[in-house]
């Protein structure tokens, strides 16, 4: 998931920070420290991850915008400038339109925030921000919670200490409380010195950019690889007690489907899938990431000559997938994660049922492949299933009191027709309260009776009457007759009887 860094250059970031031996520092340069550390780690271990920086004082500023080249955001942090008053709402609403912008409102984003813990004073400072977002038009309402999936990560330079003598922790935890809950506040332990800065984002390390690394099997096969980006863990609301569900470091292959029936689910999240080349040793060599720069690394160069699994696997799916493709055409091994339970996927069935077809008493698939066991019919009737009335536009409604006309005019022959549609027409405008227009079919269909030529057949004007009254019955809205699940079915009359012996 992308990363936006937000970096405080206010003129609070220039206190001086007295470190024993060595130059004086200031918080800033404790701050592009920390920093520099994560960028180095993330061109090492992270390299598919997009990052943008941004700073702000009162105002903010896009410094890079979303990049994998660490090389310029570590320049950037070098080129920093030191403006005035601390603004932290300015800086979300950077951060908001930057990643909608960017990446819309659906992918998930980390947003790490690099600040003193200085609110800022009077008009734009956290406080007054906080005081006032309950008293705030929908147009101009606070940037938190985030309109994207987000964690928020504020890494204090000032340590727990001096964040308490004043109520700068309470504002910054209620930061994290207004992005539901989504992030962690890191405060330096002891001093201010390099190496409590490098500490505390070791910490940040540690918890969102840690590499997520398993075993690839498939038979007696396997691979070590890499998962990109790492899987959360994923709480299922409808348990009582909910647990967190991980992912096991063990991927096991178990079975091959067509693409075809997989089609395009519904998946929680998607992850690539990079293999990862170990020496004799044991010792990481590297990952078979794609580097678009000229100069392969050495380790790139060394894991690209020895034999693995995931290779084999993402060439042989590539090659049964796409034997037409072009050859230039980039393509990657990726795994998606489904809700948690037996059944993630309706039209597959429950995943412990699905087994090989050589234990099939005849191929699912045909001789030619040329069918699908897939998709399975529920047993149960869905009801997105069934036929929906839809009156979004006055043409739809329109389009269904014409059919009922068009029906009450070929009365008898078009009986059972002419009640199914009313019958429908009436379910949903009960559905929908919409009473008034039972009695205006009712009015539309007395006046077709009394339309009817001398020729009409006699059944048609009792039926129509009958509809008529049915309906009438129906808008009072409070008559037996007004139940939703009863149906106006056709009058008994002595022509009923000869007609459909004639037809």
Avoid at 107 to 122: A, K, N, R
Avoid at 423 to 450: P, S, Y
Wanted: charged share 20%; aromatic share 8%.
């Amino acid at each position: 998931m992308p990363t936006v860094v937000v970096m405080d250059v206010s003129l609070s970031m220039t206190r001086p920070v007295s470190i024993e031996g060595s130059e004086e520092y200031q918080r800033k340069h404790l701050a592009a420290h920390g920093l520099t550390m994560l960028f180095e780690h993330m061109a090492t271990n992270y390299k598919l991850e997009f990052t943008a920086l941004v700073v702000f004082s009162s105002l903010w500023e896009l410094m890079v915008p979303f990049t994998r080249d660490y090389n310029t955001l570590q320049e950037a942090l070098s080129n920093m400038d030191d403006y005035d008053k601390t603004c932290l709402e300015s800086a979300l609403v950077g951060v908001c339109n930057i990643v909608q912008q960017e990446w819309g409102g659906a992918i998930p984003c980390q947003v790490v925030l690099v600040t003193d813990g200085c609110l800022g004073i009077g008009r734009g400072s956290l406080r007054h921000s906080l005081a006032t977002q309950n008293q705030r038009s929908e147009s101009n309402r606070f940037p938190l919670p985030f309109p994207f999936p987000s964690k928020l990560y504020i890494m204090c330079m000032a340590n727990l200490e001096e964040l308490q003598s004043t109520d700068s922790l309470e504002c910054l935890e209620r930061l994290i409380d207004l992005n539901n809950g989504e992030g962690q506040i890191f405060t330096i332990d002891g001093p201010l010195c390099l190496k409590n800065v490098q500490s505390m984002f070791g910490k940040l390390i540690d918890l969102a950019y840690t590499p997520f690394h398993a075993v690839l099997k498939c038979g007696h096969l396997t691979a070590d690889v890499q998962v990109f980006p790492r899987p959360e863990p994923f709480v299922v609301d409808e348990e009582i007690d909910p647990i967190p569900k991980v992912i096991n470091t063990d991927l096991e292959i178990v079975g091959f489907i067509d693409i075809a029936d997989i089609s395009s689910p519904p998946v929680l999240s998607r992850h690539l899938v990079l293999p990862i080349a170990l020496n004799k040793e044991g010792d990481e060599v590297g990952t078979g990431i794609t580097d678009d720069n000229e100069d392969e690394n050495s380790a790139n160069q060394i894991a690209g000559k020895i034999p693995n699994f995931c290779v084999l696997l993402h060439g042989s799916l590539k090659e049964t997938l796409f034997t037409f493709a072009d050859s230039k055409k980039k393509s990657n091994l990726m795994m998606s994660l489904f809700e948690p339970g037996p059944e993630p996927l309706p039209w597959l069935g429950k995943m412990a049922q699905l087994g090989p077809i050589s234990d099939a008493k005849e191929n699912p698939y045909g001789e030619d492949d040329n069918k699908s066991p897939f998709p399975l019919q529920p047993k149960n009737k869905r009801s997105y299933a069934q036929n929906v009335t839809v009156w979004i536009k006055p043409s739809g409604l329109q389009t269904d009191v014409q059919k009922i006309l068009r029906n009450a005019r070929k009365l008898p022959e078009k009986t059972q027709t002419f009640y199914k549609e009313l019958n429908r027409l009436r379910k949903a405008a009960l559905a929908f309260g919409f009473l008034d227009l039972l009695k205006g079919v009712a009015d539309m269909l007395e006046r077709e009776c009394t339309l009817l030529p001398d020729t009409a057949h006699p059944d048609a004007a009792f039926q129509l009457t009958h509809a008529a009254q049915q309906l009438k019955l129906a808008s009072t809205g409070t008559s037996e007759y007004a139940a939703y699940d009863q149906n106006i079915t056709p009058l008994h009359t002595d022509f009923s009887g000869s007609s459909t012996e004639r037809i």
